[in-house]
């Protein structure tokens, strides 16, 4: 087994590292999906933005309704070649039970890219067969 423990976490559970390209017509969308009685840690977080619009913002969130869970940004749109990274260490962030990885756009117009490292662990109880 790897002495990285990132890699070791996304290698003892499942590993849903993934990226999404953002196009400039884009809204709000779930890129990464949950499971019941399943829990995703986000470690990792790069976002770059290729096409700039000024005003707006990404944010990833669960897709908790109504309400939810921040997990990274805002993140500004408004320059080209923008990035940012957040490191969020080897256990990660966790999603809501159950929940999925969203992608939160304040108002289309912004391009770039969304790359995510983590993992995947079942945290709840499940009902049997």
């Not at 840690?41 to 921040?70: C, E, M, R, Y």
């Not at 260490?89 to 929940?99: D, H, R, S, Y």
Request: aromatic share 8%; no cysteine; hydrophobic share 35%.
């Amino acid at each position: 087994m790897s002495d990285d423990p990132y890699l070791r976490n996304r290698t003892f559970y499942e590993d849903i590292s993934g990226d999404f390209t953002v196009e400039t017509t884009q809204d709000d969308l779930v890129i990464k999906d949950g499971k019941v009685n399943e829990t995703i840690f986000i470690q990792k977080v790069h976002v770059s933005i290729t096409t700039a619009s000024g005003g707006k913002t990404w944010q990833l969130t669960d897709d908790a309704n109504p309400t939810p869970k921040q997990i990274a940004g805002p993140f500004a749109t408004d320059t080209d070649g923008a990035h940012y990274d957040r490191d969020y260490g080897a256990k990660g962030v966790p999603l809501g039970e159950g929940q999925g990885l969203k992608l939160d756009v304040s108002a289309a117009g912004a391009g770039g890219l969304v790359v995510w490292e983590g993992y995947r662990k079942l945290t709840g109880v499940a009902a049997p067969a």
